[in-house]
């Protein structure tokens, strides 16, 4: 078990619809980086937040955006989905390089 | 922008006998260097990791070696073993205060272990 935590596990839903995507990091770890998984695209760096501020950003559409709350956990929303975003999202956090991932969510958009 | 090329993308090795996976990279300011394992169904796990300042790490059976001047990393695993048998993830990053870039991996490497 990595420490960091991401909900739900799994989430079904249609296209043109909105989600949020969770993530807890690990107690201590001020940064949270959101990727995605896909069989075409492999593991895709989509934005870096650090203690509250984004730091970075990748290949993340305009249609996702995320935050990181005072808590230090995020949320990934994504808008306007398409059946192309069905993909494993992962989260992961560090308090220097070391990144840890958490299990993943498998968004599927039908 | 980073990227990362690592091969081959599959590798079957008998029980017992050595593993290498290799990576090249083509950021000259890249000086973070992960290997992950993902098992089906679970997040990438990070096994090794090296720094530019460092040729070469070991833990156990498994050990990294860095060139950078050629901009190539490799993964060795010796005395493979059927829990072995996953994909392997190489990935790239700046590392400065207040974390690390994001990681730009390769495409992966599906390791079987043949008993």
């Known amino acids: 078990d990595s420490g960091v935590t991401q909900t739900p596990k799994h989430l079904i839903t249609a296209t043109g619809q909105r989600v949020t995507l969770r993530c807890s990091p690990r107690s201590g770890d001020l940064s949270v980086y959101w990727y995605q998984q896909s069989l075409d695209q492999g593991l895709q760096f989509l934005i870096h937040?650090?203690?509250?501020?984004?730091?970075a950003k990748g290949n993340i559409l305009e249609r996702f955006s995320a935050q990181q709350f005072p808590d230090l956990h995020s949320e990934l929303n994504l808008s306007s989905l398409e059946l192309g975003d069905s993909a494993l999202y992962f989260c992961?956090?560090?308090?220097?390089?070391?990144?840890?991932f958490g299990q993943g969510t498998r968004l599927t958009v039908v | 922008g980073e990227n990362v090329e690592q091969h081959p993308s599959t590798l079957s090795v008998q029980e017992g006998d050595s593993a290498v996976i290799k990576c090249t990279y083509s950021d000259s300011a890249s000086n973070y260097f992960p290997w992950y394992k993902q098992e089906l169904g679970k997040g990438p796990q990070l096994i090794i990791d090296i720094r530019s300042n460092v040729g070469e790490k070991k833990d156990q059976r498994i050990a990294v070696t860095l060139n950078k001047t050629a901009k190539h990393f490799s993964l060795h695993i010796t005395e493979t073993q059927p829990e072995d048998s996953a994909v392997y993830f190489c990935a790239a990053s700046i590392h400065k205060g207040g974390g690390a870039d994001g990681l730009t991996f390769g495409k992966g490497t599906h390791l079987i272990i043949q008993p």
């Open positions: 992961a956090s560090s308090v220097g390089a070391e990144a840890f």
């Open positions: 937040y650090y203690n509250g501020e984004e730091r």
